[in-house]
Each structure stands twice: as structure tokens, then as C-alpha cells.
Nanobody
Framework: QVQLVESGGGLVQPGGSLRLSCAAS????????MGWYRRAPGNQRELVAV???????NYADSVKGRFTISRDNAKNTVYLQMNSLKPEDTAVYYC???????????????WGQGTQVTVSS
């Protein structure tokens, strides 16, 4: 099986920074795209940022210039550096990985358990 485990969430004041990490483990042959999503209370889950296996990135307009996604393929880990945080960034952040367990298996869509980010003074 495959597991994604997030860490790094917490409480931060407006204007502050946090760095989220997500490590994938288990039976993994290859990880394609990895990404971060978030769900604020009363809202639907939305894409925050995504990074492909070769490092191409895409961001939600609301976080461009403030958040940076990166990955360490040797560690099967994706990061989200969040700067200039705003109260509207408050949400549960979820890690996502598009992962193949064998060369011939169908690519699976895996999710972490989520980590809370709260931006408040």
C-alpha cells in the first residue's frame, strides 16, 4: 500500500510563514504529479499548487507569488513553502500524489490525512 503523511501545519500570524511537508511511503514504483489542495470551512476543496515529476509547477491565482511548491524525488517528498500568509489561507491542507506501484499498474490517486493551517492574530 501507499501512504502520504503531511506535517508542518499550525497557527501563524498574518504575514508569517509555514512550510508543509508530505512524504510518500510504501510500495512505490514511480510518482508522477504531486500537489497540495486545501479546504476551508464551508468551502469545497481547491487546488493550491501542483508539481510534475520533471518540476513543472502550477499555482492557484490566490497564492501566486506567496507559495512555492517543490519536491525531492529521492525522498518521495513534496513541500509547500507558504509566505505572507493571510487569514483567508486558513484551511486544512491535503497532499496528493499520482503514484504507480508497478510498471504495469494503473496510476493511483492518493491523499494524505490533512494538516490544519490557521492564520490569525
Amino acid at each position: 500500500q501507499v501512504q502520504l503523511v503531511e506535517s508542518g501545519g499550525g497557527l501563524v500570524q498574518p504575514g508569517g510563514s509555514l512550510r508543509l511537508s508530505c512524504a510518500a511511503s510504501g510500495s512505490i514504483w514511480r510518482i508522477d504529479a504531486m500537489g497540495w489542495y486545501r479546504r476551508a470551512p464551508g468551502n469545497q476543496r481547491e487546488l493550491v499548487a501542483v508539481i510534475t515529476s520533471i518540476g513543472s509547477t502550477n499555482y492557484a491565482d490566490s497564492v501566486k507569488g506567496r507559495f512555492t511548491i517543490s519536491r525531492d524525488n529521492a525522498k518521495n517528498t513534496v513541500y509547500l513553502q507558504m509566505n505572507s500568509l493571510k487569514p483567508e489561507d486558513t484551511a486544512v491542507y491535503y497532499c496528493n500524489g499520482m503514484i504507480r506501484q508497478t510498471p504495469v499498474s494503473v496510476r493511483g490517486d492518493y491523499w494524505g490525512q490533512g494538516t490544519q493551517v490557521t492564520v490569525s492574530s
